[in-house]
T-cell receptor
Framework: ELKVEQNPLFLSMQEGKNYTIYCNYS?????LYWYRQDPGKSLESLFVLLSNGAVKQEGRLMASLDTKARLSTLHITAAVHDLSATYFC???????????FGTGTSLTVIP | GAVVSQHPSWVICKSGTSVKIECRSL??????MFWYRQFPKQSLMLMAT?????????EQGVEKDKFLINHASLTLSTLTVTSAHPEDSSFYIC??????????FGQGTRLTVV
């Protein structure tokens, strides 16, 4: 079974600061996704990373994928309060669109 | 983009009753849909894979007689929680994706069993 580990689990950071969330997975996969979840809500798609070396940026968030290291990162630049949420990475199995989720990172941005 | 609609958004039911949750793909056909459960402050755990026209595949530890899945058409899968108990209270999320790949998630259903 494919395992996905996320680090850290909880993160509290001040506005304006930078930080990186890490996502490691255990077996080969070609597709990695990042999602945001607000309390009581479903998942909002942030990024889809489909190849080694892929880098995508949207606003203050940037995601990258290293398939050789089986590692993806989500970098937060100059955090603002609106980014407070739980972030999940998910790896899609190569045998179908079955997803395996990381543990999630609960992010709180404080003024 | 593709849309997956889940219904209802929340439901409260009495212990011992059954609850049905629907998951529809609105603008694509999905031969496979997935059902997840999420407990508070935890990640999503895959419960089962719903296959159109055949039996669902359940993850280890998920009772197939308790969580009945029906995937009768290419756009609809249903999850029925039978004889629900308070420990079944959770956030249930479905997902589906077109053959080209990717997954789209329903809005989720918050089930509370009292």
């Amino acid at each position: 079974e494919l395992k996905v580990e996320q680090n850290p689990l909880f993160l509290s950071m001040q506005e304006g600061k930078n930080y990186t969330i890490y996502c490691n997975y255990s077996t080969t996969s070609d597709r990695l996704y990042w999602y945001r979840q607000d309390p009581g809500k479903s998942l909002e798609s942030l990024f889809v990373l489909l190849s080694n070396g892929a880098v995508k940026q949207e606003g203050r968030l940037m995601a990258s994928l290293d398939t050789k290291a089986r590692l993806s990162t989500l970098h937060i630049t100059a955090a603002v309060h609106d980014l407070s949420a739980t972030y999940f990475c998910a790896v899609e199995s190569n045998t179908g669109n079955q997803f395996y989720f990381g543990t999630g990172t609960s992010l709180t941005v404080i003024p | 983009g593709a849309v997956v609609s889940q219904h209802p958004s929340w439901v409260i039911c009495k212990s011992g009753t059954s609850v049905k949750i629907e998951c529809r793909s609105l603008d694509f056909q999905a031969t496979t849909m997935f059902w997840y459960r999420q407990f508070p402050k935890q990640s999503l755990m895959l419960m089962a894979t719903s296959n159109e026209g055949s039996k669902a595949t359940y993850e280890q530890g998920v009772e197939k007689d308790k969580f009945l899945i029906n995937h009768a058409s290419l756009t609809l899968s249903t999850l029925t929680v039978t004889s629900a108990h308070p420990e079944d209270s959770s956030f249930y999320i479905c997902s589906a994706g077109p053959d080209s790949g990717g997954a789209f998630f329903g809005q989720g259903t918050r089930l509370t069993v009292v």
